[in-house]
């Protein structure tokens, strides 16, 4: 059963960083969510401030706006952003306070634990609810080191990377399991991140909490445990960061541990830049450079999905174009247009091991 659960941005809902609670807007099967916190848009639907589309999400300015009008209690308080260092934002803390007095339990996914704080862990305690760090490590006991079982599964394994942080990855994965699914494939998606869980799907890890000795084994464990239990025509795994990016590398385990079967790469084409890194010298990869990389490591890459942030919708048509006529492969626009064109492409895989 869906618990219902609020989502906390505090102003910084159509800000980058608040990619948790986009993707709990767009869908989530473990939480209901019944409304986000935010006092710069009162009032509005958060769906139409993520994307133009209506999801029956309301805003409201506070806690105390909430429960006076919403007409559904929340169990729990979702922190809704992934700030850079994964620190507690203090214009956070009061409406986390004001939650815990509401007895609505806290969800973080921040480096930074909320039950690790006196004084919420006291609230949390006389109120009676949880606090829940998704992001804490599990010991080393609990976690899979890498095998070679990855070998022996016979279905498509295709992971949906990025060239940089932040470009929709998991949205894209997402969208291409679901898409997979309407046309009658039993698809999954394996999470690597925090929303993952947040959303509701069954198999993954958190990739940034796992100490580096076990991301290729809790990787291809979660896999693993995917493909024995579900019997999937496929799988997506959420990829993470980038191959290049310097402040926080990672892609190749995805591509090499999960023996990769191909890739759908995601990029913005007038990013140029890593995020959070403007003043860095080094510039993002161009596409073709990225595909090379990949290829490289060993998975071909058989579809281009572009993040339209900051593009006008003519300049959007022209990057698509121009991608599709100098690469050969299919390019879509996910929030735009959805993903149906990258189904030939994957029923092709989902066909080779037939």
């Not at 059963?1 to 709990?24: E, F, R, S």
């Not at 990869?285 to 339209?308: D, H, Q, S, V």
Request: aromatic letters at 8%; charged letters at 25%; a negative charge.
């Amino acid at each position: 059963m869906q618990q219902n659960a609020v989502i906390l941005t505090a102003g910084l809902l159509d800000d980058i960083h608040a990619k948790t609670a986009h993707g709990l807007i767009r869908g989530s099967e473990r939480f209901k969510i019944t409304g986000v916190i935010d006092q710069n848009f009162v009032g509005q639907d958060a769906g139409e401030i993520i994307d133009g589309r209506n999801r029956g999400i309301m805003i409201y300015a506070s806690i105390k706006a909430y429960m006076q009008e919403a007409k559904q209690p929340a169990d729990f308080c979702i922190i809704g952003v992934a700030t850079k260092g994964g620190v507690i934002p203090g214009e956070f803390r009061p409406i986390i306070k004001e939650a815990l007095q509401n007895r609505m339990g806290i969800i973080s996914g921040l480096h930074h634990y909320v039950a690790n704080d006196e004084e919420f862990a006291v609230l949390a305690k006389k109120h009676g609810v949880e606090i829940i760090d998704i992001r804490k490590p599990r010991p080393a006991s609990e976690l899979a080191f890498w095998t070679g079982e990855i070998k022996d599964i016979l279905t498509p394994k295709i992971p949906v990377l990025g060239t940089d942080c932040a470009l929709g990855k998991r949205t894209a994965a997402m969208f291409l399991r679901n898409m997979m699914r309407d046309h009658g494939h039993n698809a999954h998606m394996v999470y690597t991140g925090q929303t993952g869980w947040m959303m509701g799907n069954n198999y993954g890890f958190i990739f940034d909490s796992t100490p580096n000795d076990f991301v290729s084994g809790e990787l291809e464990n979660a896999i693993l445990k995917c493909y024995r239990n579900e019997n999937p025509d496929i799988i997506f795994l959420e990829g993470q960061s980038g191959l290049r990016n310097p402040s926080g590398p990672c892609g190749s385990e995805f591509i090499i541990s999960a023996n990769a079967d191909a890739v759908i790469l995601i990029l913005n084409p007038e990013r140029t830049k890593f995020k959070d890194m403007e003043d860095y010298p080094d510039n993002l990869p161009t596409a073709k450079e990225e595909i090379e990389l990949i290829r490289i490591l060993g998975a071909p890459t058989i579809g281009l999905a572009l993040n339209t942030a900051g593009i006008s919708p003519e300049q959007t048509k022209k990057w698509q174009m121009k991608y599709e006529d100098e690469l050969g492969i299919p390019v879509v626009l996910p929030l735009e247009e959805g993903v149906e064109k990258l189904y030939g492409v994957l029923k092709v895989e989902i066909d080779k091991y037939k």
